[in-house]
């Protein structure tokens, strides 16, 4: 079995944030024909789950780049990936220090998703917090100390901000083994974005596991920005679509078509219908 493994943002889904009619259309004709395909995202089940409700995904989807695998039919966390409250303090007095306000990301001792924040004030902050608040997310609240409760489990931390002050700190962050360190520029408001968790919770080792569970032969990776780079290590094929950051594409198979013209479902089909003799894929 070959398992297709896709990042959602930039790459499946469209520059509007949302999943194309052919792009489902594709998608689902082939999954339904037993393809095996699931998703990648640095998306929570929260926010992801209303993008990708329109796919028929049965196998398990990999969130929050790794920190969570979530299986979509026994709708459970089978796996989850928390950082230590040790690291957790000294990566808030990093960020005190250097004037930075983190969000934290918790699942609550009620398995609820919660994210901490304190007042945004980098305009990143305010599109992404203000944002999600503006869709009604429920996941957010705000604090005046940026403290774990009782029973809270940090799965991920974040700070948005301007490069190359960011970036300082993520190379100081880099060198610490216990964790893992995301840093890109959000495709959406253009900020930067460093997002810590575990140093079990990447996409990598994500994939990694799926591979081992579900016993497969090959896996095949598409994305488009820097937090896919550790899946295409682990990916036995992996593609880059044509809007990908450069960097990416350098380590990619091949490019493909650009996420506002459906590369990933397009790709797919293609594999499809070359495996089956050209014979062209009936569309329900």
């Not at 360190?181 to 080792?205: C, F, M, N, P």
């Amino acid at each position: 079995m070959i398992l297709y493994v896709s990042d959602l943002d930039g790459t499946l889904v469209g520059p509007d944030e949302r999943l194309s009619r052919e792009t489902v259309k594709i998608i689902n004709t082939l999954v339904d024909d037993g393809l095996a395909f699931t998703i990648a995202t640095a998306r929570s089940l929260t926010t992801a789950a209303e993008m990708i409700a329109p796919l028929h995904l049965r196998l398990p989807v990999i969130l929050n780049n790794g920190a969570f695998i979530y299986h979509p039919l026994k709708k459970k966390n089978i796996v989850a990936n928390f950082l230590s409250p040790a690291a957790v303090e000294r990566l808030v007095a990093d960020c005190r220090q250097c004037g930075f306000s983190p969000t934290l990301h918790v699942l609550t001792g009620e398995e609820r998703l919660r994210v901490y924040y304190r007042k945004p004030i980098h305009p990143g902050e305010k599109h992404y917090i203000c944002g999600r608040l503006a869709k009604g997310d429920s996941r957010f609240l705000r604090v005046d100390d940026l403290r774990p409760a009782p029973g809270d489990r940090v799965y991920a931390l974040l700070v948005i901000g301007n490069h190359p002050e960011l970036a300082t700190l993520a190379a100081k962050w880099s060198a610490d083994p216990e964790i893992a360190v995301h840093y890109a520029q959000d495709i959406y408001s253009g900020a930067y974005w460093l997002e810590v968790t575990d140093r079990q919770a990447t996409k990598k080792g994500a994939v990694r596991f799926l591979r081992d569970l579900l016993s497969v032969e090959k896996v095949v990776c598409f994305g488009d920005h820097l937090n896919d780079l550790p899946m295409f290590e682990e990916a036995d094929e992996a593609y880059a679509v044509a809007n990908a950051h450069k960097l990416l594409k350098t380590k990619a198979t091949r490019i493909i078509e650009a996420n506002d013209r459906d590369g990933v479902a397009r790709f797919l089909l293609q594999m499809a219908e070359e495996r089956s003799n050209t014979r062209p894929v009936a569309f329900s």
